[in-house]
């Protein structure tokens, strides 16, 4: 069974809102989404190497990412109390983090050269290595989608899939390239 048909018959199952196949030709980048890495307003910049400058010049990664033809989109949404419900954003984000592997493994099995791309940041390590030593677990570091220079609102339209969930609901992206 192709991974396409397997997710689409186990999407809920595996906890995706949402995917789509698209090319990667089809995307968008741009500076300002690494201005806004720059800016630091995650809190990850120069802190670990799923961030800028760790995963290199937003002209590397593009190379990197444009290497590959095709990108499975994929995104999770999560329920939040209000707003302002940062707990649930946090644990939405960790569920997100958790599903990301198993969608992994799916593409491994057919596909040997893989870039996974997913939400902010790593946390895998209680302190990363960076910038002073190689990362510990390279094949599970899955850097952040922006940090490659991808605005997600333009890749969500491009995927056909929504950037918002509706009012109350935190929604993250992931994308592997192959």
Known sequence: MSVNDYI??????????????????DLIFSDGVRKLCEMNSCGQYGKTWAC?????????????LLKYENLFV???MHPLEDSFDFEGMEAGKARHTQLCPAIVKLF????????ILSAEGCGRCQTCTYPDAPCRFPDTLYPSIESYGVEVNRLAAKAGVNYINGANTVTYFGCIAY
């Open 8 to 25: 689409a018959s186990h999407r809920e199952e595996l906890g995706i809102h949402q995917f789509a196949f698209i090319k990667t030709s």
């Open 108 to 115: 491994r099995e057919q596909y040997e050269d893989l870039l």
């Open 74 to 76: 994929f995104t999770t």
């Open 52 to 64: 800028p400058p760790g995963v290199g010049t937003l002209e590397e990664c593009k190379e990197k």
